[in-house]
């Protein structure tokens, strides 16, 4: 089974990033009291709530937060694929640029992977690299470099097509995912395979 890194697309120049509305950076952004490097978007439980600043988008539209959110059609694709492991929740469109009614503008939704499930295969040796205590930001690496990208160990996997691994909160999908998405020419989303993934240089950083 072939596993993959989904992300936002080469033509996101031409679907710009959406970002969130001013509540959610103020409600939900982590602040450490020892690094201030270590600032991020917090987990939320709350509806995200985003400002577009183009009417235009993809099949797939990117927060700067890497949230992915889908249109109506895609959920409905991806129903009808019968896929798993992930979960829907609304979109609170708080403005569009050179829209005057937000309203009027067409559903979107958060799509969030649902499932804690499936763990590296030992051959990544994947270890928990940093931790802070002020703030509990995690880093994990791989004793040998991702030398094989992330693996996934199929004997704990349980078959869900959106996951996380649970021994380093990764998020992966399954072949199916990829064939639904290119089979009906969804925009703005790229897969790498997740053995040739690699992990950015800089996370290896001491924090």
């Known amino acids: ?99 005057s009614n937000p309203e009027s503008f067409p559903k979107l939704w958060e799509l969030i992977t649902a499932v804690k499930d499936g763990y590296a295969h030992p051959i990544c040796e994947i270890y928990l690299a940093k931790e802070c205590k002020a703030c509990d930001l995690k880093i994990y690496w791989s004793r040998n470099e991702f030398k094989y990208g992330i693996l996934v160990d199929e004997k704990r996997w349980n078959g869900s097509d959106f996951f996380r691994l649970k021994d380093c909160n990764y998020g992966l999908v399954s072949e199916r995912v990829k064939e639904v998405v290119e089979k009906h020419k969804l925009s703005n989303i790229e897969f790498t395979p997740s053995n040739e993934y690699r992990w950015p240089e800089d996370l290896a950083k001491p924090i």
């Open 1 to 99: 089974m072939k596993f993959y890194v989904y992300t936002i697309g080469t033509d996101d120049k031409k679907y710009p990033v959406a970002i969130w509305s001013e509540e959610m950076k103020y409600k939900n952004t982590i602040y450490c009291p020892v690094n201030p490097g270590h600032q991020r978007a917090g987990e939320r439980m709350e509806i995200l709530s985003i400002e577009l600043r183009s009417p235009k988008i993809g099949d797939f539209t990117w927060t700067l937060d890497s949230d992915g959110l889908i249109t109506d059609r895609v959920a409905q694709l991806f129903k009808e694929a019968g896929l798993t492991g992930y979960e829907l929740r609304p979109v609170i469109i708080k403005s569009v640029r050179g829209l």
